[in-house]
């Protein structure tokens, strides 16, 4: 079992800046790919970026150039840096990783923060 535990939310004007971080405990060996997801009323968590064990990064189009996701050393811990906010990224980010167990690869959810940006 992994636990995930987000934090960092919060209301922010439009151009500013946060920082999300999601911590991780638990059987947390062999873990594989973090990521960040947004989910907006209405509609399916879409995928914001992910940071695999060996450092490879991918950042859905609409943030690239704006955030940056990134680990600790012991990669227990994922961050994501967003910057130049704007309102279209209000919605409720959730941590995300997958860990084998078995012959199951199996996914993990934090609980969701909550980030606004205020036009």
């Known amino acids: 079992q992994v636990q995930l535990v987000e934090s960092g939310g919060g209301l922010v004007q439009a151009g500013g800046s946060l920082s999300l971080s999601c911590a991780a405990s638990?059987?947390?060996?062999?873990?594989?790919?973090m990521a960040w997801y947004r989910q907006t009323p209405g509609k399916q968590r879409d995928l914001v970026a992910s940071?695999?064990?060996?450092?490879?990064?991918y950042y859905a189009d609409s943030v690239k150039g704006r955030f940056t996701i990134s680990t600790n050393n012991g990669k227990t811990t994922w961050y994501l840096q967003m910057n130049s906010l704007n309102p279209e990224d209000t919605g409720v980010y959730f941590c995300?990783?997958?860990?084998?167990?078995?012959?199951?690869?199996?996914?993990?959810w934090g609980q969701g923060t909550r980030v606004t940006v205020s036009s």
């Open positions: 995300f990783t997958t860990r084998l167990e078995g012959a199951t690869m199996r996914a993990y």
């Open positions: 638990g059987s947390i060996f062999s873990i594989n790919t």
């Open positions: 940071i695999t064990n060996g450092g490879g990064t």
